[in-house]
T-cell receptor
Framework: EADIYQTPRYLVIGTGKKITLECSQT?????MYWYQQDPGMELHLIHY???????EKGDLSSESTVSRIRTEHFPLTLESARPSHTSQYLC?????????????FGSGTRLTVV | GDSVTQMEGPVTLSEEAFLTINCTYT??????LFWYVQYPGEGLQLLLK?????DKGSNKGFEATYRKETTSFHLEKGSVQVSDSAVYFC????????????FGTGTSLTVIP
């Protein structure tokens, strides 16, 4: 039973289009994260947030942007999609100060840019 | 900085075989250690965890022991099933990383009947 929801699950879109990947969680977690997962399965942190109005870039440079206007919502936007953005995007959340409880992940959005 | 090194795959086993996936880490202090599993087309799910040295995490027949002397957290299962086919990620959350996780590169496991 997922407490963190990502939509859409799959998306095929043309080059140059603007897209927003949605992520919402019902657990009241302050910390949220976006990971990009390449075909080799490795996870790369691209954005994170420690609370409302807080956003930071992750380890992997990304052309995407994020916003955090509400605790439960952490959308990721690509202003102009390119084939190099084709990947799986995973959203996660966690309770602050309780890292030993782990992250909760959404089911992911598989994006294909043609 | 903190990091996790995970055994490379892919790994293919016959049903009922013994599984070991190696994981070693580098971290200051006393990190918490985790194994996550990703089934095809899904996100990651927490499989097991250990938060201090010599702790053993276990779930669904999988086990891993936090070994500080060897900085390891190897995943084991005595008898794998076809349904265990998935990608397995080792991860750590260091004391000083502000709740940011570091993931290994993932190990793909395929179990054949």
């Amino acid at each position: 039973e997922a407490d963190i929801y990502q939509t859409p699950r799959y998306l095929v879109i043309g080059t140059g289009k603007k897209i927003t990947l949605e992520c919402s969680q019902t657990m009241g977690h302050d910390k949220m994260y976006w990971y990009q997962q390449d075909p080799g399965m490795e996870l790369h942190l691209i954005h994170y947030s420690y609370g409302v109005n807080s956003t930071e870039k992750g380890d992997l440079s990304s052309e995407s942007t994020v916003s955090r206007i509400r605790t439960e919502h952490f959308p990721l936007t690509l202003e102009s999609a390119r084939p190099s953005h084709t990947s799986q995007y995973l959203c996660a959340s966690s309770v602050p100060g309780q890292g030993n409880y782990g992250y909760t992940f959404g089911s992911g959005t598989r994006l294909t840019v043609v | 900085g903190d990091s996790v090194t995970q055994m490379e795959g892919p790994v293919t086993l016959s049903e009922e075989a013994f599984l070991t996936i190696n994981c070693t880490y580098t971290a200051t202090g006393y990190p918490s250690l985790f194994w996550y599993v990703q089934y095809p087309g899904e996100g990651l799910q927490l499989l097991l965890k250990a938060t201090k040295a010599d702790d053993k995490g276990s779930n669904k027949g999988f086990e891993a022991t936090y070994r500080k002397e060897t900085t390891s957290f190897h995943l084991e299962k005595g008898s794998v099933q076809v349904s265990d086919s998935a990608v397995y990620f080792c991860a750590l959350n260091g004391e000083d990383t502000g709740n940011q996780f570091y993931f290994g590169t993932g190990t793909s496991l395929t179990v054949i009947p």
